[in-house]
């Protein structure tokens, strides 16, 4: 699935937070990927940066170990292992205090044509701090960015004062703020099924479509992070970023061009559209849940609380939303929106359901005709499907069935799926913010997120058991079948 290689000018990458998990498993190898394809420039560098003390060799062995283990056996050869290495080297640089900066300066100093690129890849209380240095220590160049990873900020005042500080040494075309499902190949291609083909078009709005889904489930658990974690929940986690910004991309108007101010407009319309869900009707629109020990792939779990090794939480694992988008070409069209830990499996998939034949000319022995329904698949088995209604082959009567006309990524395009970090970094390089959150669109995604949390509080909304390696609590369930429609489990 490598599209067509186009070279990205030379930078220097210094990546904060370069020795640990995010630099392992995601930045490094996708560094790597780059390499392999030729797209970084001979004088392109990585330089790794964090507090304690390690040799450029030590942190080339780092690198080495995250490509043998983070990529696949027959994508690693030697050759290339070399030159990537080449490119790398190691600072110990505190970003709480003084100690390291001059060191960083000199080293990238005698660079400065070149494109320089700060990956903040650490706890968010250090972004505002790392920025204010690289303003004070003069490394900031009208070549230069900063990319911060997510949680911008917990609510919406505290995403502003972490902008406000941000923006205070970079102007917003120079702050690439990471929400790496933009950078998935199948998300990027919600772009090119709507934009670039005819047919769905007409159909995309209210008139046609009964109600759009999108699903993302996890069958991890709390993994290491329940520091961070049960301060923020699957709201905070995964709705006010991940899911909204998919939200946005199903039902944004087309923009005028695929530039990067064009496309965010348009997002930023619909999370201004989005009907707010406060204390008035959270408990109708918002089912929240936390996973109780169960069984997932065929392997005992704890529970949330045993994960987190407390007696209590109300942190909720999963939440569902109905929402309402209030436009022209939406109104009556509900979004179901679910995503959750330690569900029956990992799937992100993006449903949108026709509505169903004005009048059927079919008697009642050919069964019934069921809506038409678009299957995005963003992960896994990255793909289409178009569920049409035909008849069933061979002579009688008519028989109707309902079927998928299937597409798999991976079988239609030959080669390697590129991981989102691959199409983001080298975004970065060029400058090209597309897929990228803007300042305004963090904002009013917050702005509509605070007042679920404070309709929760305010009503004592708890969350609902789950057991581990299920689809979440029943009222879930309850909440959609209200409506008198159905999760679409077809995964
Ligand atoms: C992260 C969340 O942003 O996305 C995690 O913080 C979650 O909790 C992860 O597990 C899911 O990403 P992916 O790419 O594995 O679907």
């Not at 220097?12 to 937070?17: A, E, L, Q, W």
């Not at 304690?52 to 170990?65: G, H, L, R």
């Not at 499902?181 to 709507?194: D, H, I, P, S």
């Not at 080298?426 to 917050?446: C, I, K, N, P």
Request: contains cysteine.
């Amino acid at each position: 699935m490598t599209g067509k290689i186009i070279p990205v000018p030379p930078f220097d990458c210094i990546v904060f937070g370069g020795a640990g998990d995010l630099a392992e498993r995601k930045l490094i190898p996708a560094l790597y990927h780059r390499q392999c394809t030729g797209q970084l420039s001979e004088s392109s560098r990585i330089i790794g940066v964090s507090r304690s003390p390690m040799s450029d060799i030590e942190y080339c062995d780092f690198a080495v170990q995250a490509i043998k283990t983070h990529v696949n056996k027959e994508d690693v050869s030697a050759t290339q292992l070399r030159q990537f290495l080449s490119r790398l080297s190691y600072l110990s640089v505190d970003a709480t205090s003084n100690v390291g900066w001059d060191k960083l300066k000199q080293k990238v100093e005698n660079e400065s044509a070149k494109v320089r690129a700060f990956y903040l890849a650490l706890g968010p209380a250090l972004f505002g701090d790392i920025a204010v240095r690289l303003g004070a220590n003069g490394l900031v160049t009208s070549d230069t960015r900063i990319i911060v990873e997510k949680p911008v900020g917990n609510n919406l005042r505290t995403a502003q004062a972490l902008n406000d500080r941000l923006g205070k040494v970079f102007s917003e075309n120079q702050i690439f703020r990471i929400d790496h499902y933009l950078g998935k190949e199948t998300v990027q291609n919600l772009m090119a099924l709507r934009f670039a083909n005819v047919l769905y078009e007409p159909l995309w709005n209210s008139d046609h479509i009964d109600n759009v889904q999108i699903t993302v489930s996890e069958s991890v658990g709390l993994e290491d992070r329940a520091g961070y974690y049960d301060h923020a929940g699957a709201l905070r986690d995964m709705v006010q970023n991940h899911l909204l910004q998919l939200l946005c991309l199903v039902a944004m108007e087309p923009p005028a061009m695929l530039d990067a101010n064009a496309v965010r407009d348009e997002k930023l319309k619909i999370l201004h559209s989005l009907a707010p869900i406060n204390a008035g009707n959270v408990g109708k629109c918002t089912i929240r849940g936390q996973y109780l020990a169960g069984t997932v792939a065929d392997k005992s779990v704890k529970s949330y609380l045993e994960d987190l090794g407390k007696e209590k939480s109300n942190t909720e694992t999963f939440v569902a939303l109905k929402i309402d988008i209030a436009n022209w070409r939406w109104a009556g069209t509900p979004f179901y929106l679910r995503t959750g830990k330690r569900m029956t499996k990992r799937v992100s998939e993006i449903t949108v359901t026709f509505k169903s034949v004005p009048h059927s000319i079919f008697d009642k022995s050919a069964g019934e005709i069921t809506a038409n329904r678009l299957v995005i698949r963003l992960q896994p088995n990255e793909g289409v499907s178009q569920w049409l209604m035909i008849k069933d082959p061979g002579p009688g009567t008519t028989r109707l069935q309902h079927v998928s006309l299937d597409m798999n990524f991976s079988n239609a395009f030959a080669g390697r799926n590129p991981d989102a970090y691959e199409r983001l970094l080298m975004d970065v390089m060029r400058g090209d913010q597309t897929l990228f959150m803007r300042r305004d669109e963090v904002d009013a995604a917050w702005q509509w997120i605070d007042p679920i949390h404070q309709g929760w509080e305010k009503i004592g909304q708890t969350v609902d058991g789950y057991k581990a390696g299920t689809w979440g609590p029943l009222r879930s369930i309850a909440m959609i079948e209200r409506d008198s429609r159905t999760w679409n489990n077809s995964v």
